[in-house]
């Protein structure tokens, strides 16, 4: 994790002396959460205090503030000067960017639907039709003779033509797509409509003139450009550099790599005089105990004579208020800091290459079936995840995952591995496993 002063004003700093007396009258549970099982479990932002802290830098009985968990994209940047550094610059970066670059190779961007009837708006035949999801359709086998089969999600087909025939579609007129092997599919549009969702990639004669042209007049975010072109980039930032707390910070950079980080950012606030902002990945290691409102009536929640414990509204309002004032003094300074970048140590460099270089692969790699054959068991069984990439540990200040689809990069996440967490994770000592409430 990382941890660094939390820089308030005079006026907040009395704010929060307020707030940390009235945190000292709180009721805490006896027990310990892990802190991976607390905020899985309960919503975020919520106010801890800091039990076992094993190997990390936290101090036993700190006060915490978990402000929430954040998805962000982290991209490895190298300065276009000599600087040894690797800088990482996340996508919430407030700051506008030049593309330096003078022949940027640009992204491929996709339409999207959900009705079969929208393949009619396209000339035939039509490439790079994806699936976004298992399509049911017809193999047409060269007897004309038809098999049913699941196509499978993120297949690439062709729009090749409409059938119609009486021996072959009954009558009716069905789609016909081809896939790379040359293979030929039937959708029945009547039985599909609502349910074939699909993709098709836009042209490069049907984006706007302007999209293409030189681009070293136009100025983007940071999200922009990483849904726009591929990388490696060269860019320069032209906007809010100057406020980026690295020395000699250089604007000019290139782009080279990206991944998904998850981290949450949490205020230190057991010296309210001192308080620290810290960054830390969800499978940091310690145990915390956590105000005994928040606990009342779980089925695991007793007094230590068996009766079950009386729900105290007037604590549990007090809880709400002292968090909601958190809430309007630090979440300001929270996402600032998320937004700002920051000179990597080699583990996070190291960690969002390989989860990058991981996706590059997976992108590139083709499976030779398209589809399976409905009730053929040998053919509908998943997919085995041991051939999955994976990576073996995780920066200290965040998780990280890779998109689903490098084209379309705020699409949705994935996991890098389908293993448990606790593959990734350095286990406490034995004699420090903590005890849920």
């Known amino acids: 994790m990382t941890l660094f002063p939390l820089d308030l004003a005079e006026s907040q700093k009395e704010t929060l002396v307020t707030i940390a007396d009235e945190i000292k009258q709180f009721d805490w549970e006896v027990g310990e959460y892990l802190f991976h099982d607390f905020i899985e479990y309960f919503q975020l932002p919520q106010i801890i205090r800091v039990s076992q802290p094993w190997d990390t830098n ?251 414990r009386v729900f105290d509204e007037n604590a549990y309002r007090q809880y709400e208020s002292v968090r909601e004032k958190l809430v309007q003094l630090l979440e300001d300074a929270s996402i600032q800091y998320m937004r700002t970048p920051f000179v990597g140590d080699k583990e996070e460099v190291d960690c969002i290459a390989e989860v990058y270089n991981i996706g590059m692969q997976l992108k590139r790699e083709e499976k030779n079936q398209t589809y399976t054959v409905i009730g053929d068991a040998d053919s509908t069984t998943n997919e085995s995840n041991n051939g999955q990439p994976s990576i073996n540990n995780h920066p200290a200040r965040f998780t990280v995952h890779l998109p689903v689809d490098f084209n379309s990069p705020y699409s949705s996440i994935m996991e890098v591995s389908e293993e448990e967490e606790d593959d990734h994770e350095v286990q406490p000592p034995a004699a420090a496993t903590a005890a849920t409430t």
């Open 58 to 308: 936290l101090v036993k009985n700190d006060i915490l503030y978990l402000q929430s968990m954040y998805d962000r994209h982290l991209i490895l940047s190298k300065s276009l000067l000599s600087d040894e550094r690797t800088f990482i610059l996340p996508d919430w970066f407030q700051g506008q960017c030049r593309v330096l670059s003078s022949n940027p190779t640009y992204k491929s961007r996709w339409w999207q639907f959900t009705n079969a009837m929208e393949l009619l708006r396209f000339e035939m035949p039509r490439e790079h039709i994806r699936l976004l999801r298992d399509t049911s359709a017809l193999l047409l086998l060269p007897t004309n003779q038809t098999i049913p089969v699941l196509l499978k999600e993120n297949t690439e087909v062709t729009l090749k033509r409409i059938e119609k025939s009486t021996t072959i579609t009954n009558g009716k007129e069905m789609f016909v797509l081809g896939d790379k092997n040359d293979q030929e599919f039937l959708l029945d549009p009547t039985q599909a409509t609502d349910s074939f969702h699909f993709a098709t990639k836009i042209l490069d004669d049907e984006f706007d003139k302007s999209y293409h042209k030189n681009t070293s007049e136009n100025l983007f975010t940071l999200p922009e450009i990483i849904i726009r072109y591929e990388l490696p980039l060269d860019i320069e930032i032209v906007s809010l550099a100057d406020t980026i707390p690295i020395e000699n910070f250089p604007t000019q950079l290139r782009l080279e790599k990206y991944s998904i980080a998850k981290s949450i950012i949490a205020v230190s606030i057991g010296d309210p005089n001192q308080p620290r902002i810290l960054e830390l990945s969800s499978l940091t290691q310690f145990s915390l105990q956590c105000v005994t409102c928040l606990t009342t009536g779980l089925p695991r929640d007793s007094t230590v004579d068996g009766t079950t």
